[in-house]
């Protein structure tokens, strides 16, 4: 999940020869380490993502597949890549918009989760499934679950505490319930509100944080943007999101794919 950096943080190096005289402004922090920098204002921003060693966040994967989604739909725009002992970092171009959880969409709410949604539809209905390299499949997920299981890294206490009331084991029979594709797309993999762009008039402009983009059921996503918006906007906002994607609730799916989300990758 990602936060916004309302903390100091040290700038790393890297960051700091990439923006040269240039303002930057720290945008994102995540569990993880991992750093998101705006470089620069107006037409000619660009921001930085930046992940330190030993994190496990391959800033690569993301790479390939902001090249491949570019081709189809607004996304970043690569304009770097570099690493050093301390980190790996990506260089893109700043895109129209700012993110759906802006001071100015929280204070409206139905705007910015109805933006959300008609993306997040946009999305899967443009990239095309038969060309895409990537997988985010229920499958592929479960097996790093079950990695992390053995692996004593499976925390309950960690979980969302609508799930922290199982055990490992309750929770990984639950998983092994795998409900049909309702329909397979290419998925974002991070459907949180805060990746949606909007531009000054409410309409959604861009998706950004495509690290685990892959085919999956349109519900891997729906889950997880469905759920952010309780803790972005509150509660009751789920159905405008669901409306404007043009799809009725599916209770079972969402559960099963909070879940799996709150487990691991």
């Known amino acids: ?3 916004t950096a309302t903390v100091e943080v040290a700038t790393p190096e890297a960051v700091l020869a990439l923006a040269g005289d240039r303002p930057l402004r720290p945008i994102w922090l995540n569990e993880l380490g991992g750093l998101t920098v705006e470089i620069g204002a107006g037409d000619d921003r660009c921001f930085v993502k930046w992940a ?5 966040l391959d800033l690569a994967l993301e790479t390939a597949r902001l090249a491949w989604a570019g081709t189809f739909t607004p996304v970043p725009r690569v304009l770097d890549v570099g690493a050093d002992e301390a980190g790996t970092w990506i260089l893109t171009a700043g895109l129209p918009g700012d993110t759906a959880v802006s001071e100015r969409w929280k204070a409206d709410p139905k705007t910015a989760v109805q933006a959300v949604g008609r ?8 990239l095309p499934v038969g060309d895409c390299p990537f997988s985010w499949s229920v499958e592929d997920r479960l097996a790093e679950v079950h990695r992390l299981a053995e ?3 499976l925390v309950p206490a960690r979980w969302h505490p609508m799930h922290q009331a199982l055990s490992v084991a309750e929770a990984l029979e639950l998983l092994a319930i795998v409900p049909a594709v309702d329909q397979l797309v290419v998925c ?4 949180c509100a805060p990746n949606t762009l909007l531009t000054a008039d409410g309409h959604w402009s861009a998706h950004v944080d495509l690290g685990a983009l892959g085919l999956g059921d349109r519900w891997a996503d729906l889950a997880i943007a469905t759920w952010s918006t309780q803790w972005n906007y509150g509660p009751g906002w789920e159905g405008d999101l669901l409306e404007a994607y043009g799809v009725a609730a599916d209770p079972y799916r969402m559960s099963y ?3 799996l989300w709150d487990l691991g990758p």
């Open 151 to 153: 692996d004593g890294k």
């Open 119 to 126: 993306g997040l539809r946009a999305l899967h209905d443009t």
């Open 52 to 56: 330190p060693a030993g994190s496990g």
């Open 257 to 259: 794919y909070r879940l």
């Open 1 to 3: 999940m990602l936060s």
């Open 188 to 191: 974002h993999g991070d459907a």
